[in-house]
C-alpha cells in the first residue's frame, strides 16, 4: 500500500533523514515520536504537502510524483481539525467532496453518518473532536479510500472517544483491503490496535517492525529486577532519556 524509500526534508533547524517505511495491505501502522520528532513533516513529505529534499514515495505500487491525482483518489487524509466549510452543514460538504470523487457512494456517506451518528445538518464547527475525526472518516470511506493518513486523530479525545476511534481503525481495515497510518504520541493508542510500529526520534526512524519484533527489540532497556516485558511508554522514556534541568 505505501512505501517510503530514503525520505529526507530538510528544514533550517531540523532534518528528516533517510526515512523508510512500509505499509501492506489490510495492517494499521502507528508512527510514534515525542513533539517535535518529526511525525507531521513525514506525513507532509509523503503526501508531497511540503516537497522533500529526497526520496521516494510508492502508494498502490505507483510513483506519488507521476501519479499523484491517481493516487490521491484513493487516499483519505486527517491533518489535524475541519478548517475548511465551517459554516456549511456536513451533507453540504459531502456534496461538495462527491463532485471530486467518482467513486462517490452516496448511499454509503448516509449509512457512516448514521453508523458514526454525526447529524447530517450540523456544520464542522458544531462537531466535538472526535466527532470531527469520524466525519473525515466518513468521507474518506465514501470515496472508497484504501490507505487513510491520520496526523494525531486522538489527540484531545477523552478516554472513551479514543478507544471508540481505535476500534473503528481495526473495523476499517478488518477485510484485509485497507491500510490506516496512523501518528500519536500516546503509546496506549499503538499498543491497542497497531499491527506494526514505527519510531522516528530527532528526524531519524529508529525501529520500524511488527509489534511483537519491536517490542522484543527494546527488551535490552530492561532493568535486572524486571521480568515482564517493558510497556510502549517505558521504552519511549527509557529511549528518550530524563532531562534534568539546571534551575
Ligand atoms: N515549516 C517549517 N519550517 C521550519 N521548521 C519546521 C517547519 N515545520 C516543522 N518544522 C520543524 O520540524 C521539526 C519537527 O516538527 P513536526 O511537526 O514534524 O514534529 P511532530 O513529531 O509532528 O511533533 P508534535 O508531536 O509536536 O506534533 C520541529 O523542530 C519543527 O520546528
Not at 509523503?46 to 529526497?54: D, F, G, H, Q
Not at 478548517?83 to 456517506?109: C, G
Not at 521504552?235 to 532531562?243: L, S, T
Request: glycine fraction near 6%; include cysteine; aromatic fraction near 8%.
Amino acid at each position: 500500500m505505501l512505501e517510503v524509500k530514503n525520505l529526507t526534508k530538510k528544514y533550517p533547524k531540523f532534518n528528516l533523514e533517510n526515512v523508510n517505511l512500509s505499509l501492506p495491505k489490510g495492517q494499521i501502522m502507528g508512527f510514534i515520536g515525542k513533539n517535535g520528532a518529526g511525525k507531521s513533516t513525514t506525513i507532509k513529505s509523503i503526501l508531497n504537502l511540503v516537497t522533500p529534499n529526497s526520496g521516494e514515495v510508492d502508494i498502490f505500487g505507483m510513483n506519488l510524483i507521476n501519479h499523484e491525482l491517481e493516487i490521491k483518489k484513493r487516499i483519505g487524509v486527517v491533518l489535524g481539525g475541519i478548517d475548511f466549510y465551517q459554516q456549511k452543514k456536513t451533507e453540504q460538504i459531502a456534496n461538495v467532496m462527491s463532485r471530486f470523487y467518482d467513486t462517490w457512494d452516496h448511499q454509503a456517506f448516509k449509512k457512516y453518518m448514521q453508523e458514526f451518528e454525526i447529524d447530517p445538518i450540523k456544520a464542522p464547527k458544531e462537531l466535538s473532536a472526535g466527532m470531527k475525526v469520524k466525519f473525515m472518516i466518513a468521507l474518506a470511506l465514501s470515496h472508497k479510500a484504501e490507505l487513510l493518513i491520520l496526523d494525531e486523530p486522538t489527540s484531545g479525545l477523552d478516554p472513551v472517544s479514543r478507544d471508540d476511534l481505535l476500534n473503528l481503525f481495526s473495523q476499517i481495515v478488518a477485510t484485509g483491503e485497507r491500510s490506516i497510518l496512523f501518528s500519536t504520541h500516546i503509546t496506549s493508542d499503538i499498543e491497542k490496535c497497531a499491527d506494526s510500529i514505527s519510531y522516528i526520534k530527532d528526524g531519524k526512524i529508529l525501529k520500524s517492525a511488527l509489534k511483537k519484533e519491536f517490542m522484543d527489540s527494546f527488551s535490552y532497556l530492561k532493568r535486572p529486577s524486571e521480568t515482564g516485558p517493558l510497556s510502549l511508554e517505558e521504552i519511549m522514556i527509557r529511549v528518550e532519556g530524563e532531562k534534568h534541568y539546571d534551575l
